[in-house]
């Protein structure tokens, strides 16, 4: 039985191209499709149409339709995961929007405390209940937002690059627990998209390309031939070396303790990070890592003394400090200050440093983004994966002696990566800069990296062979 | 007593102190209220802060009544401080003892406000620390980007409006995804009891309430 069909779909937002044309797909009750393509293509479009949020929320289908089946005589029950885990909860505690969200779905009072129970159980969320979502991490968040929908116990979930900024063990547990799900009830259904197709071997999905607006059905064969490629690309491991003890120095951090709410998440005795490299952190999801970056940036109070070129960060002004040392925020639409593309790169322009990304530098970087022609556009109705190219070009230009990335690859595509990385190393031996980057994705990074840290156990620490 | 009565009840106090200008009962109404802050255990430094912020807007009203007013007025000048204090302490009494998803469950299930109402004002109560962090935050990405965004730039409070406005799309489309449709009927994991004993509370009170504004000077 087809779970979903959809039929020479068309849909365009207000005066735009058309990002879905003519677009057939046909789901059937209890498989697992995986939709991938680059970022900007219209995955996530495409997912929020069939969960019937486009057009109500903006756009219109000019043409075509999608079918969604009944089951048992009541339509088809959605369940929908979305690529930013802070924007999905109406409510202040996991606990709540879970009681909220089973009140909507009409659950028996007396049955909630059970379903609570089950789907906590079932994401590992249990000692989160009770806490609040903005203390949360994002792996965490994105571990209560499972646990909601599958609470709702849909016949159909929806996933919206869920694991953008998930690292690898949240990846790899949330996967298993998918398969587990689908495989608790006949007729359970997963729609997932995902750039990055690794891990995806054990729910054995059917694999759909996403190009030029439409949607291509892969073989059984095909796509398997895709998931071990994206795992093999994926399981590549790091050769940096540790850096040696007489490379000089940028920032040091001395007795340093760093909390989130009342929670201690990190204790550096000492630690250096080295000028005019760049370092690579690492470490599981809510060990904090973007943390140390709000702590380095004077966003968050912290224990015992960073020095910035041997002075106390606490002693430079805010407005100096920041613009020596910037942030590459894990949200995107933070770092914009403007509307349009256009006016984000004026803005930018006015206090250039960056002498790699000027005039027909710039065009040409704009074209390799997949941004060229786009000025005008408003910079929130960029798809995720170009909103995060146009974050990080804006702080390229600008070219601190410092500069902080926290997820900057999350949500790009294989090709866009290359890009990226390529941009960032020129920008960097150009200036020069130091940079610290903090990324789940691992693909190809040792090209791109000179040193590793990795934060374990409240521990900071440089991993690598000796020198 | 049930939230929606106690939200009540501190309105009908603040319309009849509003309506009229008793000295003594107003300072009744505030030591009663807090008493009750007391009884409620809210904490002393909450209580200290209410007090002393309250106290600049309540200066500013006593010196211009009682010494620029054409009549001098002293005694309303007490009154019209009174009544400041009335109105935040009897304030507090609701907002420090309930939480605001307390007095939203209470709304919906005994007042029967409709839900999209209820959660709505939920949703964006739950977003303000949310401005106040995005605000800090928009300040700092313009020193990144070399520009000074001062507490009164038009280009900070446009961002956060901005954001706001985009916070609340995606928190529309978040709450449809959890289930939320408007006007369906929920179920309530918790029921706010609306007892008798609330409502006798609730009346004594307001019976008591005129006894005190017809009574005292």
């Known amino acids: ?467 | 007593m049930n939230p929606s009565l106690k939200l009540f009840l501190v309105l009908i106090i603040a319309l009849e102190v509003t309506f009229t200008s008793y000295l003594y009962s107003n300072i009744v109404i505030i030591i009663l209220a807090l008493a009750y802050l007391i009884y409620r255990r809210v904490r002393w430094q909450r209580l200290a802060w209410l007090v002393i912020i309250t106290l600049v807007p309540a200066i500013a009203i006593f010196v211009t009544i009682a010494f620029f007013s054409p009549g001098h007025n002293v005694y309303f000048a007490w009154v019209l401080v009174s009544r400041l204090y009335v109105y935040v302490m009897t304030g507090s009494a609701v907002s420090c003892t309930t939480s605001a998803l307390q007095l939203v469950r209470s709304l919906e299930q005994n007042c029967h406000l409709p839900s999209k109402f209820a959660y709505g004002i939920l949703a964006a109560l739950n977003l303000f620390p949310r401005i106040a962090q995005e605000v800090r935050l928009i300040r700092i990405a313009g020193q990144m980007r070399g520009i000074t965004l001062h507490w009164w730039s038009p280009r900070l409070y446009f961002k956060a409006i901005l954001a706001a406005s985009q916070w609340a799309d995606q928190m529309a489309q978040a709450m449809e995804s959890h289930g939320f449709v408007e006007g369906q009927t929920r179920t309530s994991a918790h029921r706010v009891p609306l007892t008798r004993r609330d409502w006798t509370t609730f009346f004594i009170l307001v019976v008591v309430l005129q006894l005190l504004i017809i009574a005292l000077p």
């Open chain 1, 1 to 467: 039985m087809e779970a979903i069909s959809i039929e020479q779909l068309s849909f365009q937002f207000e005066h735009q191209h058309p990002i879905i044309s003519k677009l057939d797909m046909t789901v059937t009750a209890g498989e697992v499709a995986l939709i991938t393509g680059p970022s900007g293509c219209g995955k996530s479009t495409l997912l929020r149409l069939i969960a019937g949020l486009l057009p109500k929320y903006g756009g219109q289908v000019t043409a075509g339709q999608i079918r969604r089946a009944t089951i048992d005589r009541h339509p088809l029950r959605m369940g929908m995961l979305f690529q930013d885990p802070a924007m999905q909860f109406a409510m202040d505690t996991p606990r709540h929007e879970l009681e909220f969200t089973l009140e909507n779905c009409q659950v028996a009072p007396t049955q909630i405390p059970a379903r609570i129970q089950e789907a906590s159980n079932f994401c590992q969320i249990s000692d989160l209940l009770d806490q609040s979502i903005t203390t949360l991490s994002g792996g965490q968040q994105q571990r209560v937002a499972l646990a909601v929908v599958v609470a709702m116990h849909p016949d159909l979930l929806l996933l919206d690059e869920p694991f953008a900024a998930i690292d690898e063990a949240n990846r790899q547990f949330l996967i298993k627990q998918l398969g587990q799900w689908r495989a608790a009830q006949p007729g359970r259904t997963i729609i997932i998209t995902d750039h990055d197709c690794h891990g995806y071997a054990a729910l054995n999905p059917h694999v759909f390309q996403f190009t030029a607006g439409q949607l291509v059905a892969l073989s059984l064969f095909q796509g398997k031939a895709i998931i071990s490629r994206a795992d093999d690309a994926a399981s590549a491991p790091l050769h940096v070396p540790v850096p040696p003890t007489t490379a000089p120095t940028i920032i040091q951090l001395n007795h340093v303790n760093i909390g989130r709410g009342k929670r201690k998440l990190i204790t550096i005795p000492d630690l250096a990070i080295m000028k005019n490299k760049i370092t690579l952190l690492t470490g599981a999801n809510g060990t904090g890592k973007s943390t140390f970056f709000k702590a380095l940036t004077r966003l968050i109070p912290y224990q015992g003394e960073i020095d910035y070129r041997q002075k106390d960060i606490q002693k430079i002004s805010p407005g100096k400090y920041h613009y020596q040392v910037g942030l590459v925020f894990q949200q995107a639409n933070e770092q914009f200050l403007n509307v349009t593309v256009g006016e984000e790169l004026t803005l930018s322009a006015r206090h250039q440093r960056q002498p790699l990304l000027t005039n027909d530098h710039l065009t040409e970087v704009l074209r390799d983004f997949g941004l060229a022609g786009m000025e005008d556009r408003v910079v929130y109705s960029l798809s995720g994966g170009q909103r995060k190219k146009l974050q990080l070009l804006v702080m390229l230009m600008i070219g601190h002696p410092v500069l902080l990335l926290d997820e900057p690859f999350a949500g790009l595509d294989r090709d866009s990566l290359s890009t990226v990385f390529n941009l960032i190393k020129r920008c960097q031996q150009s200036l020069p800069q130091t940079i610290l980057i903090i990324s789940h994705q691992l693909t190809g990074l040792d090209q791109l990296v000179d040193y590793h840290l990795h934060l374990n156990d409240e521990k900071l620490t440089y991993e690598g062979v000796q020198a």
